[in-house]
């Protein structure tokens, strides 16, 4: 076990590190402190949002550190500074949990959520062993022919500190967008790892929403307000690279649905999301 | 528009209508009365008590009558009876309204639920016509080659008195499992209609959770506990037959996810959803 009095906390971690400032009846708050190394555009990155909250969540049950599940709608646009957490437990007995939670800034409701705790690790060993897997990691060269976000022009650097938090290398086929040739295959897939820890089931939630949205694969840029966010945190990951992969198969009536699936370095599929959002308007 | 003074409700209509029994503060509550018709097992359909707390969240949102997207938590199994609908509007704003909806059975919580409502016919009709559909809705042969789930051995169809409220037409090459062969692919789909009424979004709900979960098709009959439940309501369906496929692709860790499309007469893709259930315990 790690000696947390000599590790260092890693970015991410301090980022979404919360503490306890009350509870009483049903309700608890914490309080968090957005930080603004994650602003993508015009707000802070949806998958920072839900580890902060996945944070509280996990500081508040302790005998279930893990999401499970975590659906979300997202209500206002977050920016840096304080925050607070508001915790209502819905369900606790057994092996999971379940609970309510919202992320407030000020009179704002910015993100309210619905959760599923457990700890994931037990849940597995004391499981039905069964197993089948049709679903397929995605293909992706080796990381040496890939494309780092780091490549990105400056202009787009400028509004997307994000990209300084993790190594993101993309499909080299997939980066057409970026200079106006997109696939409009409406798919992205890339190597990923945070700079300074290894993966969890909550730095994953993070990493479910890291990839640029799949409109601008599908030559749509500008902005895809999330409708709703949906995670399933499947297993504990492996240490080491991640492979994520962005795809949407029925873009229409205004809206799409982004599937996205997170791969570990041993092989297995460690977390699963769909969201709704819309497209963006017309140029 | 259909005269409701004298067209009689449908079944469905009758036995998810609410009555507004309280509002103050930020929660208003609504009565239902859980209709023994949607016995499935041990407990009622989770599609149909879906569809009950959306026809409160309908009734609360008069502007906004369609769910676009619910989370589920199933949180205690319902029985048959008096229960009540407790919604608490999170933001309400513009097009599209977030509320938090909870049904309850004296001090028993049976089902936690966070949604998104709006008018699904004004939200495409004011967006962007883009539109590109990579998902194929699933083969089935003609009705009359398909088998239907009247044909169920009695023993089963007096535990799931559900199955007297649609009619559902299975795919012949996957009914198996009824017979203890099971084609392990874990993948069913049909044909679906409810007897008396058109769909609409509200009715897709039930839709979305009527078929046999897959596992019956891989070999693993018994009762596969829903941890999550997301719907996603994509367009207003065409009146007439529904196609409705369920598939998993990722049975691992004691855990699978069934995810579910529907799609209408004029062959769109109408209604999604996602859920992780845990694996039966083996036997």
Redesign the interface.
Known sequence: MADTATTPLSELDRDIAVTAVASGGEEATYAADLAPGWVVGGGLNGGYLLAVVGSALRQHLPDKPDP??I?A?Y??ASVPGRAEVRVRV??NGGS?A?A?A?LWQGEE?RL???A?YGD?AR??A??????????AAPELPPRDSCVPASFAPEGFKRVAPMLDRFDLLLHPDQVGWAVGEPT?R?AFSAWFRHHDREPDPLSLLQVLDALPPVTYD?G?PGWAPT??L?C?L??VPAPGWLRVQHV????????F?EDCEVWDSAG??VA?S?Q?A?????R
Chains 1, 2 share one sequence.
């Open positions: 499970v599940t659906s709608s209500c206002s819905r369900r999971l379940t309510a919202e409701l309210t959520t619905l599923t994931l849940l597995q004391g499981s039905n062993p069964f197993e089948r897997v049709s679903a409009g409406g599908l749509l409708l709703e949906t399933h499947r297993r949407s198969r029925n873009v229409a009536g205004g809206m649905e297995r599929l699963q769909r709704l819309r497209l963006p308007r017309p």
